[in-house]
């Protein structure tokens, strides 16, 4: 199991985390999320020890990342996929890692099988493509058969083939009972791999919970009516935090409740109904409501076309 206890880091009069704790347990994956700049990357080298916090702690399988006496064997992480010296090529870069914890050469070989590099292991890392670079990194994470896999961003530079592949892994990986934390940008991908969310925004923890309650819950999903008397509809379910928009005569949009409190209201009110659908939101469409004033980066359209 891994644990963030109210971890905090400050870079001079920035703070870039904030008292961020949360647990990612075995079995399941999870999803680590934010806009740029939210703090996950720092999070997750904070995790590893690469960066010591300003205030909290981590630890993995109850040690910190440093306490334990061979760690590849009990956290694999990918954080920068490219950090391999361009002179070496992927078998004797995996080599070198395996040395250092007695791991055996079967092991190096069968990562690569694993991750799709056999016929390009002895090939110079400087001539590889960027996704045969992030297997790679994968490749190295997984080398120690750890129980505990934290990766960022392991989808970056993949062909549909691959993102398949790393979705089918991680899956698997936990299906076994390891510990699988994912950084990732791809809102769809996320909703097909994670079962678990862990969401920040600016260096705060914004949700902690399942996919599927965190967008049952986001409040951005619409239903679809659709009533002769929808104007009478509008006026009795006009209320603080609903929103009602219409682009065709009889037909609403309506977004901040649920079916069943609008077809009450109907019903209470003989307005007969001719369809009452729910449109679920997706990830995405949660993620965005939910991040919108968390966004430090913020782009324009405005002036493009010009």
């Known amino acids: 199991m891994l644990t963030a206890n109210e971890l905090t880091k400050r870079y001079g009069d920035r703070t870039v985390v904030t008292d961020l704790s949360f647990t990612v347990r075995p079995g399941t994956v999870t999803g680590f999320l934010g806009p740029n700049g939210a703090g996950k990357s720092t999070t997750m080298r904070m995790i590893l020890g690469l960066d010591a916090p300003t205030r909290g702690h981590a630890t993995v399988g109850g040690r910190s990342y440093a306490g ?19 002179g070496r090529t992927a078998y004797h870069h995996l080599r070198a890692l395996a040395h250092t914890h007695g791991i055996p050469r079967a092991r190096v070989e069968q990562v690569l099988a694993l991750t799709g590099l056999t016929d390009v ?59 699988v934390l994912v950084s990732s940008h791809l809102m769809s991908e996320m909703a097909l791999t994670a079962e678990h969310l862990v969401i920040i925004g600016r260096g705060r923890l914004l949700a902690d919970t399942t996919v599927a309650a965190f967008v049952r819950d986001s409040g951005a999903g619409t239903v679809k009516v659709v009533s002769p008397q929808s ?27 649920d079916a069943e409190h609008i077809g009450r209201t109907a019903a209470a009110h003989g307005i007969p109904l001719y369809e009452l659908t729910p449109n679920a939101a997706s990830l995405e469409e949660a993620f965005m409501d939910l991040t919108r004033d968390a966004v430090e980066y913020t782009a324009t359209l405005e002036g493009a076309a010009a």
């Open 68 to 86: 334990h006496p061979a760690p590849l064997t009990e956290v694999g992480a990918l954080l920068e996929a490219r950090s391999v010296h361009p």
């Open 231 to 257: 104007s009478d509809l509008v006026r009795l379910l006009t209320a603080p935090g609903v929103d009602i928009t219409t682009d065709t005569p009889g037909t609403l949009q309506v977004r901040g409740t």
């Open 121 to 179: 292991a002895h090939r110079r890392v400087k001539g590889f493509s960027l996704g045969m670079g992030q297997r790679l990194g994968i490749a190295a994470a997984l080398l120690g058969d750890p129980a505990t896999l934290i990766l960022d961003e392991p989808v970056n530079g993949l062909d549909p083939e691959g993102v398949l592949w790393i979705r089918n892994l991680l899956k698997s990986l936990a299906a076994e009972g390891r510990t």
